[in-house]
């Protein structure tokens, strides 16, 4: 039986060969939906060697299961006499391995596990190959992009609710209750990271999120969601005008607008991340604003909200290709009193012409 996706873990093996691995340690939720297709997921192990056959490593319970969806070869441990560690220690082992370099993901390794890894394999050769992981994710094959745009579907459907509920004295929370159930109807399986819904001063913030605080007249919201579907993300940012704002509070919006479109434009295959983030600098330096905004303006987006391939920045020489999906234009430009803006779109690269995947109004919204 062949593994569902046998193209992935091919490009992971033509990226490990370039780092030196022998086996790749797959334990993290995003990249075990990425080479299983499984979202009802625990307790699981994928093992990508060089050489060989990818296997994975469960619950003796689920073991059919997994192996029946995925297509690859399922090795179940008897819990409590057997844990994960000796079952993924006693694999790595059969493919022939004495002192495997062995790639690790950026996130989260259960202490367990390492711990026997580590008794069983010489420390050294644990490598961190995150990079490896984001550049096999980066560029979306079809059923990929389908599940995308299913989230984009529900985040703009979460936003049409939230901006609907948005008036002096309702909360932060109360608009963003109204967001995610309204997500929550449209197929989403869940927020792809913690929601803002921020209003006032609270959108200066770096990472805010919804609160108890009641919005008021002459503030402006920032209603930034996210929607998931079958693991798959999407996020979207739009700002809300209630009642009459600052004159250049609504002048930095617009240049935000601007900024993204030019990125937008700019976005295509062959270029550097570096190149679409000056398209955008360059309109927010006209202004007069270059010295209150972040070096990076967009992620790529996929099983993650944020992923670190590309990133678009400045300065970054990550190569553009058609097939990857970006967001652009998150942060706002931090000046007291006029900041606090944001806009934020997923679109998708194409050969010829870009797709924007959250199709929503994009103007300043007056309430």
């Known amino acids: 039986m062949a593994p569902r996706f046998a193209n992935r873990f091919t490009k992971g093996r033509r990226l490990m060969a370039e780092k030196g691995l022998d086996l790749l340690l797959v334990v993290n939720r995003e990249n075990l939906i990425y080479f299983t297709g499984l979202t009802q ?16 490593v469960t619950l003796w319970l689920d073991a059919d299961y997994v192996g029946q969806e995925s297509g690859l070869t399922t090795y179940g441990y008897y819990f409590p006499r057997e844990g994960l560690a000796a079952k993924v220690v006693e694999r790595i082992r059969a493919y022939g ?60 459907r979460g936003m049409e609710a939230a901006i609907k509920s948005v008036k002096p004295g309702v909360t932060e929370l109360e608009v963003l209750a109204e967001a995610e159930y309204a997500m929550l109807k449209a197929g989403s399986g869940g927020s792809s990271f913690r929601p803002q819904v921020v209003s006032g001063e609270r959108t200066l913030l ?25 693991g798959y993300c999407a996020k979207m940012c739009r700002t809300v005008a209630v009642g009459e704002i600052p004159l250049e509070q609504d002048r930095v919006y617009q240049i935000l607008l601007e900024a993204q479109g030019r990125a937008i434009a700019a ?26 905004y972040l070096d990076v303006v967009g992620y790529g987006v ?14 970054r020489t990550e190569v553009i290709e058609a097939g990857m999906v970006v967001d652009l234009l ?5 000046r007291p009193g006029i900041g606090g803006p944001r806009v934020t779109d997923v679109i998708y690269v194409g050969e010829d012409k870009n797709k924007v995947l959250t199709e929503y109004p994009r103007e300043l919204v007056r309430v």
């Not at 192990?45 to 994975?56: D, F, K, Q, S």
């Not at 996929?302 to 300065?315: A, N």
């Open 41 to 56: 997921i625990e307790c699981l192990a994928v093992l990508i060697p060089r050489a060989g056959e990818p296997c994975a």
């Open 97 to 156: 391995f004495k002192e495997p370099r062995i790639g690790f993901e950026r996130y989260f390794v259960d202490f367990a596990l390492y711990d026997g890894l580590r008794q069983a394999f010489p420390e050294r050769n644990f490598v961190g190959a995150s990079d490896l992981f984001y550049r096999i994710r980066a560029v979306k094959e079809a059923g990929e992009l389908d599940l995308m745009r299913r989230a984009a579907a529900a985040a703009c």
């Open 206 to 230: 770096t990472h805010p999120c919804a609160s108890n605080k009641e919005i008021a007249s002459g503030e402006v919201v920032v209603i930034h969601l996210g929607a998931t579907y079958k």
């Open 267 to 292: 976005l295509r295959p062959g270029v550097t991340a570096g190149e679409v983030d000056a398209a955008a600098r360059e309109v927010l330096e006209k202004a007069g604003y270059g010295n209150n």
């Open 302 to 315: 996929g099983l993650r909200q944020s992923e670190f391939y590309p990133i678009i920045g400045k300065g």
């Open 330 to 334: 998150l942060p706002t430009i931090y």
